[in-house]
């Protein structure tokens, strides 16, 4: 059982590129989620999805965008890669009901931005 | 919005108990959760209160107050191992339905020798 894979796990960007973060979970979980993770800041929720077809924004999601077009992916995208953006990504995810207690967590993506 | 506060650091030798403190300000909550991250790993799941009072998993616990928007995690006979960051995270509702996690900036535990 491979639970929540990110992929990649390391990239380096130049200021202007873009990219795509990829979350998959195959414990048919409704809910994911994205966080970003910066020393001394703990973990700050961009985006989450609440089922297939749905996102919304969290506390930090500026300069990001999200999809879930199929319920066990949810994309994390960075049109135009800053410096502050350089961090280590979280993708997660919680089944519904009594079970939305526990995220299961990725190992994490660490994106340095130059 | 929400907030969580809980200790940036704390330190503790090898077999002793110790405890991390979290208070928060929140609406719609649902409940407190407890997350353990070591250097360069993943969060994981520790305990979830959601009703007042002590939750006990083998050498963890954790204890809610709601009435004081407050929380604590209770570690006992400490292992090197402990050695990790602690998040608490708040639980509460979202508009059309699921709910979404707000964690503290989490406490680094040193346990030593």
């Known amino acids: 059982n491979a639970g929540v894979t990110q992929t990649p796990k390391f990239r380096v960007l130049k200021t202007g590129q873009s990219m795509t973060l990829l979350c998959a979970q195959d414990m048919n979980h409704e809910y994911m989620y994205w966080y970003r993770q910066d020393p001394g800041m703990g973990l700050r929720l961009i985006h989450y999805s609440v089922g297939e077809g749905t996102t919304a924004k969290g506390e930090v999601p500026d300069g990001y965008n999200v999809s879930r077009l199929k319920k066990q992916n949810f994309l994390l995208g960075l049109e135009s890669a800053a410096p502050s953006q350089t961090s280590v990504y979280f993708c997660?995810?919680?089944?519904?009901?009594?079970?939305?207690?526990?995220?299961?967590f990725g190992a994490g993506s660490r994106l340095t931005v130059l | 919005g929400q907030s969580l506060e809980q200790p940036s650091e704390v330190t503790a030798v090898e077999g002793a108990i110790v405890q991390i403190n979290c208070t928060y300000q929140t609406s719609g909550f649902y409940g407190l959760s407890w997350y353990q991250q070591h250097d360069g790993g993943a969060p994981t799941f520790l305990s979830y209160?959601?009703?007042?009072g002590l939750e006990e998993t083998g050498r963890f616990s954790s204890f809610l107050s709601r009435s004081d928007s407050y929380g604590y995690l209770l570690l006992q006979e400490l292992q090197m191992k402990d050695s990790a960051s602690y998040f608490c995270?708040?639980?509460?509702?979202?508009?059309?339905?699921?709910?979404?996690?707000?964690f503290g900036t989490g406490t680094q535990l040193k346990v030593e020798l």
């Open positions: 209160n959601g009703l007042d």
């Open positions: 995270a708040v639980r509460d509702r979202v508009t059309g339905g699921g709910n979404k996690l707000t």
């Open positions: 997660a995810s919680t089944p519904g009901g009594t079970g939305a207690n526990v995220l299961t």
